[in-house]
């Protein structure tokens, strides 16, 4: 029905940047919300930053000021620009799309399969 596929982890160095990439396709007809999770080894999946579907757009404290999402609604695309990467920063990156079906309007909760940032020198 619907699939979320994330693009742009990679290898970096300590104070790069690098983005990321989520494309929700399928029977869509409205993206409700979205966000972005990591889970790093070892430790649980957290929330990186989301948009809820009043607008309101929610970072994580640890990511403030160095991490910016955005978004192409016409697209069914979200960003997430990472800057000043630090290797904690280092994990598995999920994209989270909250859309409405076209076929009957109802809400369906769409997860990529997770794209690697590791963060090291």
């Known amino acids: 029905q619907v699939h979320v596929v994330e693009s742009g982890g990679g290898l970096v160095q300590p104070g790069g940047s690098l983005r990321l990439s989520c494309v929700a396709s399928?029977?869509?007809?409205?993206?409700?919300?979205m966000g972005w999770y990591r889970q790093a080894p070892g430790k649980q999946r957290e929330s990186v930053v989301v948009?809820?579907?009043?607008?309101?757009?929610i970072y994580a404290d640890s990511v403030k000021g160095r991490f910016t999402i955005s978004n192409d609604s016409a697209k069914n695309t979200v960003y997430l620009q990472m800057n000043s990467l630090k290797p904690e920063d280092t994990a598995v990156y999920y994209c989270?799309?909250?859309?409405?079906?076209?076929?009957?309007?109802?809400?369906?909760?769409?997860w990529g399969q997770g794209t690697l940032v590791t963060v090291s020198s």
């Open positions: 948009i809820t579907n009043a607008g309101s757009t």
């Open positions: 399928g029977i869509i007809r409205s993206i409700n919300a």
């Open positions: 989270q799309m909250i859309v409405v079906l076209s076929t009957n309007y109802k809400f369906f909760e769409g």
